[in-house]
């Protein structure tokens, strides 16, 4: 009934760091701790959703690392490509998850319980941008019409929306508008009349529409991108972890951000 989304961890192997600067592998294993006390106060959870860019430079060695990394959560790993990703060592890595098909685009469906979670892939390689092949927009519709009476979720990596971020939006995703029709159709026939999408990419948390239905973007967990939509806005990222989401159906469907630390406290509130 509660699935962790975690997003853009772009993981390299030791000894480096990301752009030469980030410690991803550490913001990583601070978010593993702080799943790790989240599932103690709000109960089991059922899957991690990993939305793309998990490695910095899809080298087989630092898929290894992020396996080693999440292990201690013993959670069922969902994972889809991101631009920085590569196809075949991802499809190696992850080979055991039950989900990655032997050749093609790594689409797939997983049905939880009281959710059907839907996979797709958006990795061109070589590009930063994403883009939905034919092959991939007949899974989607496929997918979401054989779907069980429940909420349906559908993670990409790109997301199908302008950010507002320049630098960003010049590798978007080129399908947007293909994408959005089948949402819409989808939302309507949809008997839980529930379908949602979420993404990463952009590192930081957006909220928008698609098609009718809710479209959110996680944050990273390794770095943000300012929020600067000047058209001269420097190209590059902030060195703060963003932390990672909370989607928990268990009642009615919803989505909460946890971020990457806490406060001291809990105090007692005070009436003066
Ligand atoms: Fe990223």
């Known amino acids: 009934m509660r699935l962790i989304q975690i997003s853009d961890t772009h993981i390299v192997a030791r000894p480096r760091l990301a752009s030469g600067r980030l410690d991803t592998a550490a913001a990583l294993e601070n978010t593993v701790t702080r799943i790790e006390d989240l599932r103690a106060k709000v109960g089991p959870i059922s899957a991690l959703l990993v939305t793309g860019d998990i490695t910095d430079d899809g080298d087989p060695a630092s898929y290894a690392r992020f396996r080693e990394i999440v292990a201690p959560l013993d959670l069922p790993i969902l994972a889809i490509p991101g631009n920085h990703d590569a196809r075949e060592p991802m499809r190696a890595a992850f080979s055991d998850t039950g989900l990655m098909r032997e050749a093609g685009p790594l689409n797939w469906v997983r049905d939880l319980p009281g959710l059907r979670v839907i996979g797709l892939d958006s990795l061109v390689e070589g590009q930063g941008g994403g883009a939905l092949d034919v092959a991939t927009l007949y899974f989607l519709a496929d997918a979401l019409e054989t779907a069980p009476d429940c909420p349906i979720l559908i993670a990409l990596h790109h997301p199908p929306f302008a950010c507002g971020i320049e630098f960003m939006d010049s590798i978007g995703l080129s399908d947007a508008a293909a994408l959005a029709a089948i949402l819409h159709r989808a939302r309507l026939g949809n008997a839980a009349g529930d379908v949602r999408l979420v993404c990463g990419h952009i590192h930081q948390t957006q909220f928008v529409t698609v098609g009718g239905c809710p479209a959110l973007s996680a944050p990273a967990v390794c770095s943000t991108f300012d929020i600067d939509f000047r058209a001269d806005a420097p190209?590059?990222?902030?060195?703060?972890?963003?932390?990672?989401?909370?989607?928990?159906?268990?009642?009615?469907?919803?989505?909460?951000?946890?971020?990457?630390?806490?406060?001291?406290?809990?105090?007692p509130f005070n009436p003066n």
Do not use: I, M, N
């Not at 972890?241 to 159906?249: A, E, I, Q, S």
């Open 235 to 267: 190209l590059g990222f902030l060195d703060s972890p963003g932390g990672f989401l909370l989607h928990d159906w268990a009642t009615k469907f919803r989505t909460l951000a946890v971020p990457p630390t806490t406060g001291s406290g809990p105090y």
